[in-house]
């Protein structure tokens, strides 16, 4: 390699090098600035009102009063709220999954009679705003049902197909798996239900993950149903539990700041624990060559 050359190898590795630390720079950049709020929110529960009010305001708490988690844990019912939360997620995230999985699997390789329509329907539902629907389905599930004060509106629906976007999701997914595989299990005699349970689910594993994060993320942030459908204090979930709380304490926002951590901080948990999962699925889709 001549001299000339060598260093222009060198000038192209060395801007390279600059380009990646700056897209490094700008990365934490954005990430600091998108973190910011949940700092203040927690700098802000440990604090004290008077500091609170200060000004110039203070990015770092002077003394760390763990302390109001504890007084806020008295008077919020986080466990309780927690708990009847968890009553809602886990049957709708196994059942909207399962269900998902089903629906994806049936539009991406079964025929039958009218199957074309019928997906042309599930993916124009996607367009339809949630408030044309919100009525209807109250009259139906509390006066047609007699569903009142009771966490079944709010879980039936997942196990009917877990959604029209969960549904487009697991079928993409499906579609990008090579057919001579259901063809060669067919051969060895596999009818249609071990073929998904055999070879689809194994491989849209990384799908399935996400879509029962998806479900998570919006019954967990679900006020709006949550609050026409649950009435009593003692069935209260976590957004319906923090919004009342947040009404009792008005101006107290150090404890209002720790319950809101306490509220989200299950959300961080669980996202953490699944974020593998959830970026592969976004990325990914079919099977690695």
């Known amino acids: 390699m001549s001299e000339i050359a060598y260093a222009r190898f060198k000038s192209k590795k060395r801007s390279e090098r600059m380009m990646n630390v700056l897209s490094l720079i700008v990365v934490i950049g954005f990430a600091l600035l998108v973190l910011f709020p949940i700092w203040w929110i927690f700098r802000t529960s440990l604090m004290t009102n008077p500091e609170i009010y200060q000004y110039p305001p203070s990015l770092i708490p002077k003394n760390w009063l763990f302390s109001n988690y504890e007084n806020t844990l008295k008077i919020f019912k986080f466990w309780k709220y927690l708990w009847n939360t968890m009553v809602i997620i886990i049957p709708s995230c196994l059942g909207g999954t399962f269900t998902a999985t089903l629906c994806g699997y049936a539009f991406a390789r079964l025929r039958f009679k009218g199957k074309q329509l019928i997906w042309i329907l599930c993916v124009g539902s996607m367009l339809l705003p949630a408030m044309v629907t919100l009525i209807p389905l109250y009259i139906g599930w509390t006066r047609g049902l007699g569903l009142q004060d009771s966490y079944l509106p709010l879980i039936l629906p997942y196990f009917c197909g877990g959604g029209a976007f969960n549904i487009f999701l697991i079928r993409q997914f499906i579609l990008s798996i090579p057919r001579e595989l259901d063809q060669a299990a067919t051969i060895d005699g596999a009818g249609y239900f071990r ?81 593998k999962y959830f970026v592969e699925g976004i990325t990914l889709t079919g099977l690695k060559n």
Not at 224 to 241: E, H, R, V
């Open 195 to 275: 073929i998904l349970f055999s070879i689809i689910m194994p491989a849209i594993k990384p799908a399935m993950i996400v879509v029962a994060l998806f479900i998570f993320i919006g019954l967990w942030n679900d006020l709006l149903q949550q609050m026409i459908y649950i009435n009593s204090s003692d069935k209260y979930t976590i957004a319906l539990g923090l919004t009342n709380f947040k009404g009792q304490l008005k101006q107290d926002w150090s404890s209002t700041m720790a319950a809101t951590c306490l509220s989200f901080a299950p959300g961080v948990i669980f996202y953490l624990i699944g974020q």
